[in-house]
């Protein structure tokens, strides 16, 4: 469920944060599940599920701080080479949570999203999604999207390939395509890009996630595992990001 927890916290938080400077989107490569289940002395499916209490706890936190985004790396188009067996348990876990959290999500009036291809997803399980994720549409508060069946470089393949019949027949003008056209057909269109992208695990590289979005967004690594990483860590991210001076190429 996603509850809130004791005021005097959330006071703590805010006082954490200078919720003039919030960042507007903040990306997450939550990353580090089957090491921490390693040394759980557990299979990687456990590292999974416990990934998903991080997740709870991250979006309890971007709730309370009034944060408008915030995207989570569930599924990556390649995470389709892992074992069968890891492959279909991710896919049961992430329906599993969203049928499970919905409607508290909603409550709480969170839009949900998920944002990917939908090739090699089931009929079944695209029309699954679908239905819980609309249950959200009509709110108004975090935008919360799940990468789920995302490679940041189809993203920007399956645009090109919505453009280009635009282009032929003359609706879009060749000479005149700009940065917006491209941008109005990936999966985040209308969306801020995000201002922080946060890894988890000590690993350091983008992970073909959300590579058209991040041009200049700033990313904070740490090395806590996924599992471990809970709303103070979220915190620390971003107050670590409002110290920083953003430049998007200027002086
Ligand atoms: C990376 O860790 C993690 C993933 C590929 C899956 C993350 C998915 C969840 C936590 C499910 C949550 C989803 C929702 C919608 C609530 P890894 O397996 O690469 O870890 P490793 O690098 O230590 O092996």
Redesign the pocket.
Known sequence: MFFFRKKSEIEKYKKLINSKKLPNHIAVI???????AKKQGAG?LY??RN??ES?RAIVEASVEIGLKYLTIY??STE?WSRPEDEVKG?LK??LD??VNEIDQMSKNNIVVRFIGTNKNLSPEYQEKIHRECEKSWNNTGLNFN?AMNYGGRLEILEAVKKIMPLIKSGEINEENICEKDIEQYLYTAGMPDPDLMIRT?GEMRLSNYLIWQSAYTELYFTNIL?PDFKKEAFLKAIVDFQKRNRRFGGI
């Open positions: 939550m990353d580090g599940n089957g090491r921490w990687r590292g999974h990934g998903v997740v569930a599924f995470n991710l876990l992430i949570s969203l799940i695990s996924w």
